[in-house]
T-cell receptor
Framework: AQSVTQLDSQVPVFEEAPVELRCNYS??????LFWYVQYPNQGLQLLLK??????LVKGINGFEAEFNKSQTSFHLRKPSVHISDTAEYFC????????????FGKGTLLTVNP | DTEVTQTPKHLVMGMTNKKSLKCEQH?????MYWYKQKAKKPPELMFV???????INESVPSRFSPECPNSSLLNLHLHALQPEDSALYLC????????????????FGPGTRLLVL
């Protein structure tokens, strides 16, 4: 079985500050890791993914994440946030014996204040 | 192009109505998904179609009836819904390779916001 823990349900930051959204996972087999963003009243948009290879993954809108197998983490970072980054961010894990199932974390609401 | 489209964007229906949600993708993906998302919660998987055949049904009540008429289209037929079924319904698609151990990225549509009165 797989699980995903997003440690912070809400993260408020000021514009142009750096941000880190934390994600830890548990799985007994190889996993594939994803960050999705959901803007208000919209669907989910893929930010970035780790399938294999380099553990530092760069995504859209200046976001990046680092896969750390020993700490079972996949934290999302951005060096300088904008007001437009205000959204819900979901960490998800796939694989683990199913080619179809995605296990989502509960989400982190990032609020960027002026 | 990684676009999944869904219609309608909003839907209001009574508990005795019959309605359908539609999803379309032209990425050549052969796996398509329906998710339900309640407010402030992550998406919950409902159904998965693989090569137009139902592959996964996550014990969804029969008042939800999925249909995959071809490789680009996915429908969700709704009948006799309850107010607690009000939610955002998301469609997603992914590649579907026959070889095991390969996980394909899911791409989501914008969703249909459903209100059951």
């Amino acid at each position: 079985a797989q699980s995903v823990t997003q440690l912070d349900s809400q993260v408020p930051v000021f514009e142009e500050a750096p941000v880190e959204l934390r994600c830890n996972y548990s799985s007994s087999v190889s996993v594939y890791l994803f960050w999705y963003v959901q803007y208000p009243n919209q669907g989910l948009q893929l930010l970035l993914k780790y399938l294999s290879g380099s553990t530092l993954v760069k995504g859209i809108n200046g976001f990046e994440a680092e896969f750390n197998k020993s700490q079972t983490s996949f934290h999302l970072r951005k060096p300088s946030v904008h007001i437009s980054d205000t959204a819900e961010y979901f960490c998800a894990v796939g694989g683990g014996g199913s080619n179809y199932k995605l296990t989502f974390g509960k989400g982190t609401l990032l609020t960027v204040n002026p | 192009d990684t676009e999944v489209t869904q219609t309608p964007k909003h839907l209001v229906m009574g508990m005795t109505n019959k309605k359908s949600l539609k999803c379309e993708q032209h990425m050549g993906h052969r796996a398509m998904y329906w998710y339900k998302q309640k407010a402030k919660k992550p998406p919950e998987l409902m159904f998965v179609y693989s090569y137009e055949k139902l592959s996964i049904n996550e014990s969804v009540p029969s008042r939800f009836s999925p249909e995959c008429p071809n490789s680009s289209l996915l429908n969700l037929h709704l009948h006799a819904l309850q107010p607690e079924d009000s939610a955002l319904y998301l469609c997603a698609s992914s590649q579907d390779r026959t070889s095991g151990g390969v996980y394909e990225t899911q791409y989501f549509g914008p969703g249909t916001r459903l209100l059951v009165l």
